[in-house]
């Protein structure tokens, strides 16, 4: 095993960790790739299948997460479905107008819009954009877990 790859690879892997809190870098998916790297250089003996199996297991629960945390969070605080697909709408439509920003107003603008419009009054439909942003808040944590696993997984076969 190469040190200085080693450390490289670990670097990007922290790196993913810290995207699953900051919108600009992508999370669990760069975790995995930094694996499958890896896997690569060291001609796949010890991150060999199985391994990159349970890396992508985790990657496709921490991208679920994240695109489902915030409607989660406002179906807890009494959305509609005016409010769950005004979060989700929100979202995209944030990211495409606001980029970085819109991740995190989108969804809430958006839930309290849809809740506008399903004919909840606007202190309610407030509750519910906070309920989003609660959500997003919860994925988010669970999506460091998760990186976090991924990091230990790797380490844990290397070290």
Same mark, same amino acid.
Request: aromatic share 10%.
């Given at each position: 095993m190469s040190t200085l790859i080693f450390w490289v690879i670990l670097l990007v892997m922290l790196l993913g960790a810290a995207g699953t809190i900051l919108p600009v870098i992508p999370g669990a998916p760069l975790i995995f790739l930094a694996a499958l790297g890896y896997g690569f250089y060291e001609d796949f003996q010890h991150i060999n299948i199985t391994i990159l199996g349970i890396l992508f297991f985790l990657t496709v629960i921490s991208l679920v997460i994240d695109y489902f945390s915030g409607v989660v969070g406002a179906k807890k605080y009494g959305?509609?479905?005016?409010?769950s697909w005004g979060c989700f709408?929100?979202?995209?439509l944030g990211v495409i107008i606001f980029n970085i920003l819109g991740l995190l107003i989108g969804?809430?603008?958006g839930a309290v819009i849809g809740e506008i419009i399903g004919g909840k009054k606007p202190d309610e439909a407030f509750k !519910? /954009? *906070?309920?989003?942003? !609660? /959500? *997003?808040a919860g994925g988010a944590f669970l999506k460091f877990v998760l990186a976090a696993a991924m990091i230990i997984i790797y380490l844990s076969v290397l070290l």
């Open positions: 959305a509609t479905k005016y409010g709408l929100g979202g995209i969804p809430f603008i !519910v /954009g *906070l309920g989003t942003v !609660v /959500g *997003l």
